[in-house]
């Protein structure tokens, strides 16, 4: 199943390594989700390494080896292939409306625990705690 990966949960994956990260480990195993996000994700994430230094109680080469390996387990999609989705993503969710073009594009979910994305009904998206019931077989919703 193919989903659109929101910078929220990769930071949170980072962060803590608590559920956003055992989806990453767990779709790695199981290979249930193809991730998809908009390139500057990685650059967005890049960017920031010192400030998530800065909260997570990693070291740099630990919190070095958790992006590199979230890194692989995505395929980052230039912004050409989803920018004429953009302006309607942007009447949903301004501040998300990357993510939220390339699922329109896509037609597919986004993978995110941003509470204030899930309010807009356009676009299904899966929490972490709802990804990992789907890669583990317990619950399939309905994502139509």
């Known amino acids: 199943m193919l989903v659109v990966v929101d910078a929220n949960v990769v930071f949170s994956a980072l962060i803590r390594k608590g559920k956003p990260f055992k989806v990453f480990i767990a779709n790695k195993i199981f290979r249930v ?3 998809v996000a908009p390139e500057f994700l990685f650059f967005e994430i890049g960017n920031k390494i010192n400030k998530l230094l800065s909260k997570t109680k ?4 630990e919190l070095s080896e958790a992006f590199l390996f979230i890194k692989k ?6 912004f050409d ?6 302006t309607e993503a942007k009447e949903l969710n301004f501040k998300d409306s990357p993510y939220l073009a ?5 037609s597919c979910p986004i993978f995110s625990g ?4 899930k ?3 356009r676009v299904p998206v899966l929490n972490p705690s709802e990804a990992l019931l789907i890669i583990y077989g317990k619950r399939f919703p309905n994502l139509s």
């Open 33 to 35: 989700f193809e991730f």
């Open 58 to 61: 990693l070291t740099k080469e």
């Open 73 to 78: 387990e995505i395929e980052f999609i230039s």
């Open 81 to 86: 292939a989803f920018s004429d989705k953009l």
């Open 102 to 106: 390339l699922a329109l594009k896509l």
């Open 114 to 117: 941003d509470k204030g994305l």
């Open 119 to 121: 309010e807009q009904k």
